[in-house]
């Protein structure tokens, strides 16, 4: 073990063991003690010595050999020459060879564990500079934790082969040199033209313009026809304009402040915004590049990323995961801090989220905003999260460009090869404060003083080329002076012209759709379907082979299932099935996942239903016809927040199918809050990205505690505003049938959110028949057809579950004075429906019953509304909590909730 300097005699004896048997029978030993006694035997001419001789030059050798596993391959990375303005901290024990069980006087020696690193056998000083080559000067590397054998000797064999030393040729250097001054200088530009603008300047992390471009031309060479890209503010501006080739002109009309004036969407500030092109390598290929949208919300655009991309693999590459590669760009502290990443980084290899490896690049200034990184993790390195999926990670000097483009490019062949994530850690500085008109010095001035006297990377990279004879000495002055004007050239032609430079930033797919409307929404459209399709889609979905044997409740559930048809009488999850099956056989795809959402969470859709021997899967909804569009459903890991980020992703990519997000309870929705309010409800405003997404959302008061009860929906109406989502509470399997139906039957999309049942999911009364799947479409309101408008002396309003709990008091106690008028779609709220009933309903009194507390649920969203009738609340009294954790007090409640309402 390291910190010992000789092996136990226990150690040393079973050596002798396997010695003794090699020299017997050598097949009868390991193959690699049987390869390490063979060279022994030639570098020692030892064949036949006996072992006790044997034994004291064979130690030697196997601590050179535990110098090279346990020490430089395990440990080099501790003792690098990573960091360009801090000492690195000290780590114990050093890589001294005392540590090993050798001296000095081993160096001279000639030892045939060389061989191990190619080089053959060789002196022990030799074999030590190659190691401090290749694992301790710009570059580190943590890989001897993988389990896969191939991978380690794969990554071990491409680094050692070479020293880790990159290998440009002339012309490649000028095109890092070239691209190093478009960073340096851009932000330089920026910096005097725009005192005091936030732009979050790349300055001090440069290099990762060079390895992004590397990364994008030869990941082109190894298969890679698409990068989707996701990262935060610092640098940003660079990369669109310098990456994906976004105009100067468009950047420059942003920062003079006169961009989109003319927009009907509100925007967002220029760091934040995305971009989609396509640029030609140097080598001739086409690659397209998109970089996602995001908040400042950092880490949250990365489940973003993941789903976008799968999304593109599954609609535009038939799932071949070289074709497309995410790329994901991380501060220090937040890829440290963030607990979405480590979430995000779980889905990795899981078959509802893989992407076949994302690209990790980490840029590392050491801070972040003013803290420390000695105070902003536990780990010694803020890529510590990349062990969870037991990937490599590269540490590199940002100030080493070359080992910058190389180390991109030694990854962007491994993620191509495996399919599998890699890290990248690119340590640099923050050369200004957090943004530019920020003090760095309040906080750090010992770091600012020496990163004032630091020559950026630009600088660094043009000497040693001159130096070198590499480039002609005055190349870099002439590359800043014409870059410089080329800037200034395109500043004065936005300055004086009034050209909108802005572009069309719609993705292909997207462009036979329009931006919601307000009479949108006056109603819905026909999505029902004929009989005959009803009929034949009911019996397949009720249907399982006769060679297929499921748990025995799940037949009896099905063959409940099969009578419906006959009884005309379906429920919940016959209407929500049908929707999907109706949908698929239409070709349009269906993709949900969630916790426990094949079966349920309530054991309500058993869309995926297990043989009880052999745990073999059916998917009823997958055999429709040869023709139908594909059925993905799958249970998530314990996540909310990346689960629902990258949902969001993949409907940002999948405008003709329904995606879904199903929470586990309603209430556990709030675990994903940011993706909801950065993302979900503004996305289209800021950014100008319509979006499908359609989320399910159990609630509903049942005396189940506080935790079980809420959705939240007050959180999501505070939200709605301009049609930018709609808010439904269904009371009926027909009104889900069509309101799933509805998402794909109209030539906009907006986000969906759904408040679905619980224990509506088993009422005897919450049941629809096929006349209601086949005639019409969504009803916003459904109105009272059991009392008599003229006797109504009281209207209730109500959503959701309450309805059936008002309804049984109704039918009980005969009362036809009082209606019971349910708002299905609570936005946008169907005002025109509601205000027609004043007219029916004249001599009333309105109420608005709802069982959640008065401060949540509904009734705050609707004193936002005008009303030709005098409209008060009956409800809960408003409350920090949703609900009681007593069922006794619950029951209570609701009795007394119901007959308050029929209190005239």
């Known amino acids: ?89 000290k780590y114990e024990p050093t890589l001294d060879i005392k540590h090993f069980g050798l001296d000095e006087k081993d160096l001279e020696k000639t030892f045939n564990a060389g061989v191990e690193l190619g080089i053959g056998p060789a002196k022990l000083k030799d074999i030590i500079n190659h190691l401090e080559e290749t694992y301790c000067e710009s570059i580190g590397v943590e890989f001897m934790y993988m389990p896969n054998p191939e991978r380690k000797e794969w990554l071990r064999e491409k680094m050692e082969s070479r020293k880790n030393q990159p290998q440009l040729t002339l012309e490649q250097k000028r095109l890092v040199l070239a691209k190093l001054n478009q960073a340096v200088v851009f932000e330089n530009f920026l910096h005097t033209k725009y005192v005091g603008q936030k732009r979050f300047s790349l300055e001090g992390l440069e290099s990762l313009l060079p390895a992004l471009d590397a990364a994008i031309e030869y990941g082109a060479t190894l298969g890679a026809e698409e990068y989707v890209i996701g990262m935060a503010h610092r640098g940003r501006l660079n990369v669109l304009t310098n990456i994906l080739n976004k105009s100067y002109e468009e950047i420059f009309q942003e920062f003079e ?24 390598t140097s080598l001739g290929k086409n690659v397209r590049l998109s970089l996602c949208p995001n908040p400042s919300h950092l880490e949250s655009v990365d489940p973003v990323v993941e789903g976008l991309s799968r999304a593109k693999l599954d609609r535009n590459y038939g799932n071949d995961e070289t074709k497309l590669v995410p790329i994901l ?95 990248i850690d690119l340590l640099g500085y923050r050369k200004y404060g957090h943004n530019e008109g920020d003090e760095p010095r309040f906080t750090q001035p010992k770091l600012y003083k020496a990163i004032s006297k630091h020559k950026n ?14 480039v002609e000495a005055d190349l870099a002055k002439k590359m800043q002076v014409e870059f410089k004007k080329l800037l200034q050239e395109k500043l004065d032609l936005v300055r004086d012209s009034e050209t909108d430079y802005s572009e069309d930033l719609s993705e292909h797919n997207w462009r036979d759709l329009r931006k919601a409307e307000e009479a949108d929404f006056d109603k819905s459209p026909k999505t029902s379907i004929t009989k005959a399709k009803f009929e034949k889609l009911a019996k397949q979905i009720t249907h399982i082979p006769e060679d297929f044997k499921p748990f025995k409740k799940v037949q009896k559930l099905f063959a409940d299932r099969a009578a419906m048809i006959e009884a005309n009488r379906f429920d919940w999850a016959m209407g929500e099935l049908m929707a999907y099956a109706s949908l698929l056989e239409e070709g349009h795809a269906v993709r949900m996942s969630g916790q426990d959402c094949e079966r349920g969470t309530f054991s309500h859709r058993h869309a995926i239903i297990k043989e009880e021997e052999s745990e073999k899967e059916y998917a009823a909804l997958r ?41 586990q309870f309603g209430d556990f929705v709030n675990g994903a809050q940011v993706i909801i309010d950065q993302y979900i409800a503004s996305g289209e405003t800021k950014w100008k990205r319509y979006n499908g997404l359609v989320m399910l959302l159990p609630h509903g008061h049942e005396g189940q505690g506080p935790e079980h009860t809420s959705a939240r929906p ?10 930018n989502m709609q808010v439904v509470n269904p009371t009926t399997p027909a009104n889900m049938f069509h309101v799933l139906r509805r998402q794909l039957k109209r030539d906009f999309r907006i986000p969906l959110i759904v408040m679905t049942p619980k224990s509506l999911l088993r009422h005897p009364l919450c049941v629809s028949t096929m006349d209601d799947f086949t005639q019409n479409g969504f009803q916003e309101l459904i109105d009272d057809n059991y009392a008599d ?8 309003l109500c ?15 005969n009362r036809t004075d009082v209606a019971i008028v349910r708002v299905e779609q609570l936005y946008p709220l169907p005002e025109k429906q509601i205000h027609a009933l004043a007219d029916k309903y004249k001599n009333a009194d309105w109420k608005w019953v709802q069982e959640e507390p008065k401060n949540m649920g509904t009734w705050m969203h609707l004193l936002r509304y005008e009303y030709p009738f005098d409209l008060s609340v009956l409800s809960r009294r408003s409350s920090s909590s949703p609900a009681t954790g007593y069922a006794k007090v619950h029951a209570e409640e609701q009795a007394e909730l119901v007959r308050l309402s029929f209190d005239i």
């Open 1 to 89: 073990m390291i910190g010992h300097s000789y092996l136990s005699n226990a150690d040393v004896d079973a050596i002798d063991v396997m010695y003794k048997s090699y020299q017997e029978d050598p097949e009868s030993v390991d193959f690699g003690w049987r390869k390490f006694f063979e060279g022994f035997d030639l570098a020692y001419d030892r064949t036949g010595a006996s072992s006790e001789v044997v034994s004291e030059d064979m130690l030697k050798e196997i601590n050179v050999l535990r110098l090279i596993n346990e020490g430089y391959r395990t440990r080099g990375h501790l003792f690098t020459k990573t960091n360009p303005v801090r000492e690195r901290r």
């Open 257 to 280: 402040g006169n961009g989109y004036e003319d927009s009907i969407f509100e925007g967002d500030v220029k760091y934040h915004i995305g971009y989609a092109s396509e640029v030609k």
């Open 329 to 423: 760009i991380h501060g220090d502290a937040s890829i440290s801090g963030q607990g979405v990443v480590y979430e995000t980084i779980q889905m990795a290899s899981l078959d509802a989220y893989r992407t076949g490896g994302t690209v990790h690049i980490v840029t590392n200034n050491q801070i972040g905003f003013t803290t420390n990184y000695t105070d902003g993790r536990s780990s010694i390195y803020c890529t510590d999260v990349a062990k969870t999926t037991k990937c490599p990670v590269f540490h590199v000097n940002g100030d080493d460009v070359e080992a910058t483009v190389y180390v991109m490019k030694l990854a962007m062949e491994y993620r191509q090869k495996y399919n599998s994530d890699v890290f």
């Open 457 to 470: 990377p630009r600088e660094i990279y043009a000497a040693k080329l001159t130096a070198a004879g590499s």
């Open 623 to 663: 055999t429709l016809s040869d023709s139908q569009a594909d059925f993905h459903i799958y249970n998530s890991h314990l996540s909310e927040f990346a689960v629902l980020g990258f949902e969001y992703g993949y409907a940002m990519n999948n405008p003709q199918g329904l995606t879904i997000w199903e929470a």
């Open 714 to 723: 007050e959180r999501f109406l505070q939200l709605c505003a301009k049609q």
């Open 789 to 796: 408008p003229k006797k109504v002396k009281r209207v209730i």
């Open 799 to 813: 959503t959701g579950k309450v309805y059936y709990d008002l309804l049984k008091k109704q039918q009980e106690d």
